[in-house]
């Protein structure tokens, strides 16, 4: 069964800084991934996903993702944080065919003005 | 398009009560899934219905439930409320074979 390993808990960034999210998958071939956004009670909005081909992937609202197969990775980046993008972070994976999405317990980010 | 609607968004049952929630899929989507989101727990998949047949189960006792009508719409139950059973419960839709994208919500509180 496929695993997804958030290892930050909770994230602190001044505004204007750049951000980097880890996410580490356990699965014994290349699965779907994605990362999630989640503001304080709401649904669940896709930030970006990687499939197959290019391993850097460019998502929403200056988000990008690099998937490194060697180090089972797929970690998020931006550049500049905004204060706007203080909320919770999950990755998660799907099994080809499994039609499920296995999640990651979630980083949550605050955002210094 | 419309995103994918859930209904009710806030529920208060007490314990040994069932519930029954709702899901209205993007239009055209066929495939239909349901998490539930604890704080303990995190995000965990319960099933995935595709043209009115459950593909996949997670790993729930037989107290939750679900079920696709033929217009993609989706409903689930849960009989014999626990206190645990406390959580969000999200509903996601998708074209087959695509990414799924998320309904905001039901927010169940047992007591």
């Known amino acids: 069964a496929q695993s997804v390993t958030q290892p930050d808990i909770h994230i602190t960034v001044s505004e204007g800084a750049s951000l980097e999210l880890r996410c580490n998958y356990s699965y014994g071939a290349t699965p779907y991934l994605f990362w999630y956004v989640q503001s304080p009670g709401q649904g669940l909005q896709l930030l970006l996903k990687y499939f197959s081909g290019d391993t850097l992937v460019q998502g929403i609202k200056g988000f990008e993702a690099e998937f490194k197969r060697s180090q089972s990775s797929f970690n998020l980046r931006k550049p500049s944080v905004h204060w706007s993008d203080a909320a919770e972070y999950f990755c998660a994976v799907e099994a080809a065919g499994s039609y499920q999405l296995t999640f990651g317990k979630g980083t949550k980010l605050s955002v210094i003005p | 398009k419309a995103g994918v609607t859930q209904t009710p968004r806030y529920l208060i049952k007490t314990r040994g009560q069932q519930v029954t929630l709702s899901c209205s899929p993007i239009?055209?989507?066929?495939?239909v899934s349901w998490y539930q989101q604890t704080p303990g727990q995190g995000l965990q998949f319960l099933f995935e219905y595709f043209s009115e047949t459950q593909r996949n189960k997670g790993n729930f006792p037989g107290r939750f439930s679900g079920r696709q009508f033929s217009n993609s719409r989706s409903e689930m139950n849960v009989s014999t409320l626990e206190l645990g059973d406390s959580a969000l419960y999200l509903c996601?839709?998708?074209?087959?074979?695509?990414?799924?994208?998320f309904g905001p919500g039901t927010r169940l509180l047992v007591l």
């Open positions: 996601a839709s998708r074209p087959e074979q695509e990414t799924q994208y």
């Open positions: 239009s055209g989507h066929r495939s």
